[in-house]
């Protein structure tokens, strides 16, 4: 394969902005759209008379468009580049939010729900293949991770600003606020950031000659062992943060926890909080231990991961609620170590072709995203085999049940990993 790296450009500060702004606001609206549903669930439940498997199903459409698109967005994204790709998908985002803020029934907020997760399926993994582009591989896990601190805060707006901003209008306002936002993004991507690398044209810029070479692309990425020892570990742990952060964070606060709306929203942004402060630690602790001292970034991901584990122990065993004041702390600290597992992308993209950068992350996304459509999903089925409570809320037999699956999932991706110690990254 051909690894050879383009040759030096200059970065500087404007340059570098001009880059990774444009991608983080559009990652920013991703993840807002992403974790939006876990404050707006109980109007969402009494507008639209939604039981907890419905209001699964509903928000992880998001997720099931996403993941459909994953393979495709790869290719398009090695053939044609990040900007052009992202700034066309964020209009098809904003269509899905306008739909969503004017949906009449359930059937048509799930076609809009889907519709914007199609819409933001690029944003990540467009941002992953410019920052590839544009920055030092020694650089890249730090500047990945200065991305996701843009998510992470996503996710804070999408929490008590929200629950404020529902004092003023109701949940299809905020679509209509989030549809403006989203056209404003797609015209920021598109305009604002370069095209490509001046030192770059006629080389990398010449896209592959037929699709079969892009379609080997891909059989390249799935059929190597480097590629299935790490996905599991690192696709179970994202797939299961993404899902329960993005919803059933929520009513776990309300139904098990026993906190009101109010309250629930305050948490949930304490824990986004918890989310942007990992984001940035394990990028620069990843940074710093692999550039000074030769540490792996995978050594460092499953560190963070197994730390991950023995806090969601703690929740879905309800340990925590012996112990009331460590609630928050513990949600916390999911939120924190849920983030080390983004550090495999850049472990990755610096061991394959940097040709194969686009359909390498989005390999590892089309999987994380499948499985957090599965599991948004059924952990609502899940619930829905206890009798919702007196007060209307879900039982909490339901939520430990499926939160105990997921992490004896995670358990079984830990062995794997390990037991495949001949292949190192």
């Known amino acids: 394969m051909n690894t050879q790296a383009s040759p030096p ?26 974790v939006v549903n876990a404050v707006i669930a109980p109007d969402l439940i009494t507008d639209m008379g939604l039981d907890a498997s419905t209001l699964g199903l509903l928000t992880a459409a998001y997720f099931f468009t996403f993941a459909a698109f994953q393979i495709p967005l790869g290719i398009l994204l090695d053939h044609y580049g990040p900007r052009r790709i992202e700034a066309a998908l964020l209009v098809f985002a904003a269509l899905g939010a306008a739909l969503f803020a004017l949906a009449p029934n359930t059937p048509m907020l799930i076609l809009a729900r ?18 590839v582009m544009w920055f030092a591989k020694e650089r890249l896990a730090l500047v990945n991770g200065f991305q996701m601190m ?47 690398r001046p030192l770059d044209q006629g080389t990398n810029r010449q896209p592959e000659a037929k699709l079969r070479d892009a379609l080997a692309g891909v059989k390249t990425v799935f059929t190597s062992a480097l590629f299935w020892r790490v996905a599991p570990l690192c696709v179970l742990s994202q797939a299961i943060f993404t899902s329960v952060l993005g919803l059933w964070s929520g009513p776990w606060l309300r139904d098990v926890a026993g906190f009101d709306r109010a309250l629930a929203a305050t948490y949930l942004f304490w824990i986004a909080a918890a989310m942007v402060a990992g984001f940035f630690t394990w990028g620069l602790v990843a940074e710093r231990l692999q550039r000074l001292w030769g540490v792996r970034p995978m050594t460092v991901a499953v560190f963070g991961i197994i730390c991950f584990m023995v806090v969601q122990s703690t929740i879905a065993s309800e340990l925590v609620l012996e112990y009331p004041t460590l609630i928050l702390s513990a949600w916390m600290a999911f939120g924190f170590f849920a983030t080390a597992g983004i550090l495999p992308y850049a472990a990755l ?51 430990q049940v499926a939160f105990g699956v997921l992490l004896g999932l995670q358990v079984m991706a830990l062995v ?10």
């Open 9 to 34: 450009l200059k970065m500087t500060i404007s340059l570098a902005l001009r880059v990774f702004l444009p991608f983080a606001l559009g990652y920013f609206l991703s993840y807002l759209y992403r």
């Open 114 to 131: 889907g519709l914007i997760g199609f819409g933001v399926s690029a944003c990540l993994m467009a941002a992953f293949k410019a920052y």
């Open 150 to 196: 843009a998510g992470g805060l996503g996710a804070l707006a999408a929490t008590q600003p929200v629950e404020v901003l529902l004092g003023f209008t109701d949940w299809r306002g905020v679509f209509w606020i989030l549809a403006g936002l989203t056209l404003v993004s797609a015209a920021g991507v598109y305009f604002v950031v370069p095209d490509h």
């Open 349 to 399: 993209s610096q061991v394959f072709p940097a040709n194969l950068a686009g359909r390498v992350n989005t390999g590892l996304n089309l999987l994380v995203f499948v499985l957090a459509f599965v599991d948004q999903w059924a952990i609502g089925a899940v619930i829905d085999l206890w009798p919702q409570t007196a007060s209307g809320g879900y039982a909490s037999e339901g939520y």
């Open 416 to 425: 794997w990993y390990g037991a495949r110690r001949s292949i190192r990254i």
